[in-house]
């Protein structure tokens, strides 16, 4: 079987969907299947990804998000791929111009298409990101919904989460979305780590060390977890914080950080290769993960936590707890104060601890790399013989 993964952003950006969907590709090729990548093409972008033949089209970043990249809807580059690699199913990672001009190209060469969504864009967190004030999110959102229906038909739609294949049902009456779990290499948890790797990217380690890996953005409301640091140095407790990831709030948190005098106890990193931040065990080194993100379908970062067993503490809502269940600490959304106490309550509460400790090595299991392959391998297969329709 021949297989396309289209990506909306590539490396050298980091993200959940990347991250999740070259595990997939990854262990398509073990089984046997031609895999190649068509991707939005920068300067950075490389030609081969694990061996895997990445194809970039030219591509312009656009200005309403770092790392997003336009290429002509009506460029005939996929076409051209897709024929001369003969491909069997098109699997899409997110609505994106690279994706429409895929879809359209798989349309003209009969070829089947896979679309797992895998970010709630219609959130008013992402939306922010183009309109500003509630009446133009609103309107955008709108917009949103009428622009995102083609990108939702004539496709075998799959979604990481039970509950986003609800809403969006609700949304789109017409799709009957597949759930597939993202999956990721459970082993990373327990391969050898480089302690000297990881020195010399964060210095030393306190007991005590929360960290976050992801966008340094708005809709990931790291802004939140800064004013809890703040809340959290007027105990008299000891920690460290450790951001890791870049984003168009990256200066800001850093202002904010030097403004609450936190630069002694917190640290924003930037990007650093996602093999090199599995590789250095910083998770497994750290006391928990944190992240008040209100806009989480599936998040990698949090079954890389579960993986590593690096309790959690996240936003209380009803996505975040279908996904790692009784493996960390819930907080209100946007309330820093509470995201403060829990901090304080894990640090303080050995037993609560050690019980997180204990459920991620259970609800991580639910996220294994194989069996999400697994699934899609069949899916592909019943799809080509036809007993797998589109919505």
């Keep these: 079987m021949n297989i ?50 990445v194809v970039g089209i030219p591509s312009v970043e656009l200005s309403v998000y770092p790392g997003l990249r336009f290429i002509l809807p009506w ?96 949304l789109y009456p017409h799709i009957d979305p597949l759930v597939i779990a993202n999956g990721i290499d459970l082993s990373l948890g327990t391969n050898e780590k480089d302690v000297q790797l990881r020195d010399e990217l964060f210095g030393p380690i306190h007991k005590h060390t929360f960290l976050y890996v992801g966008r340094i953005s708005s809709e990931k409301s790291i802004g939140v977890v800064v004013e809890a640091l703040k809340h959290l140095s007027k105990r008299n407790v000891d920690f460290q914080f450790i951001a890791i990831g870049d984003g168009p709030d990256y200066d800001a948190m850093q202002r904010l950080v030097s403004h609450y005098h936190l630069t002694a106890c917190a640290r924003f990193v930037g990007r650093i290769p996602h093999e090199t931040i599995m590789k250095s065990g910083i998770y497994e080194s750290c006391f928990a993960f944190v992240s008040a993100s209100t806009s989480e379908v599936q998040g990698v970062t949090y079954i890389e936590s579960l993986t590593t067993e690096t309790p959690l503490i996240i936003v209380d809502d ?49 996220f294994d790399g194989e069996q999400s392959a697994d699934k899609f391998d069949v899916l592909y297969e019943q799809i080509l013989q036809g007993t797998q329709v589109s919505s």
């Design 4 to 53: 396309a993964y289209v990506f909306e952003s590539f490396l050298p950006n980091i993200n959940g969907v990347i991250t999740a969907t070259l595990d997939l590709a990854k262990r398509m090729v073990e089984r046997g299947h031609k895999v190649i990548f068509i991707v939005p093409a920068s300067a950075q972008t490389p030609d081969v990804v694990y061996g895997i033949p």
């Design 75 to 170: 460029s005939r580059i996929p076409e051209a791929v897709i024929k001369r690699e003969k491909i069997d199913i098109v699997h899409i990672t997110g609505p994106s111009t690279v994706a429409l001009a895929s879809m359209r190209a798989a349309k003209r060469q009969g070829v089947q298409v896979v679309h797992t969504w895998h970010t709630n864009l219609l959130s008013p967190e992402y939306m922010s990101h183009i309109a500003k004030g509630a009446f133009f999110v609103s309107i955008l959102t709108s917009i949103g919904r009428r622009m995102f229906k083609r990108f939702l038909t004539n496709v075998v739609i799959t979604t990481p989460e039970r509950l986003v294949g609800v809403q969006l049902k609700r």
């Design 318 to 366: 009803i996505l975040t707890h279908a996904m790692v269940d009784d493996a960390a600490l819930y907080c209100k959304p946007g309330d820093s104060k509470d995201f403060a106490k829990a901090m304080l309550r894990l640090i303080e509460e050995k037993a609560v601890y050690e019980s997180l400790k204990k459920a991620c090595g259970r609800v991580r299991m639910k």
